[in-house]
C-alpha cells in the first residue's frame, strides 16, 4: 500500500508541476499577478508533496506538514483578494 501512495503522491507532484508551468505561461503572456499567486500556491503544493514522502507516517511531526498546504489556500486566498481590491 506504501508504493501505491508514493506512486499517487508522485503522480500530484506532477501535475502541480505542471500547473504551476501552465500559470507561468499565463503570467509571462499577461502580465497578471493573480496568475503569480497561483505559481506560488502550486509550487508550495508541489514541495509539500515531496515532504509528505520523505517523512514517515510514524513521525509525531506528520500531521504539521499540512499547514503547508494551509499555507498554499492562504496564498490563493490573498491573490484573490488582491485581484479584487478597489483601486
Known amino acids: 500500500m506504501a ?4 506512486f499517487l503522491s ?5 501535475g502541480c508541476v505542471s500547473v504551476a ?5 499565463l503570467w509571462r503572456r499577461t502580465g497578471d499577478r493573480l496568475f ?6 502550486f509550487a508550495v503544493l508541489a514541495l509539500e508533496r515531496i515532504v509528505l514522502v520523505t517523512v514517515s507516517p510514524q513521525n509525531e511531526l506528520a ?7 494551509l499555507i498554499a489556500f492562504a496564498i ?3 491573490g484573490v483578494i488582491e485581484k479584487n481590491r478597489i483601486r
Do not use: E, K
Request: charged residues 5%.
Open 76 to 78: 490563493i486566498i490573498a
Open 3 to 6: 508504493t501505491l501512495s508514493t
Open 63 to 69: 500531521p504539521f506538514v499540512y499547514i503547508v498546504r
Open 10 to 14: 508522485g503522480a500530484i507532484f506532477m
Open 21 to 25: 508551468l501552465h500559470f507561468l505561461r
Open 36 to 41: 503569480a499567486f497561483f505559481i506560488a500556491a
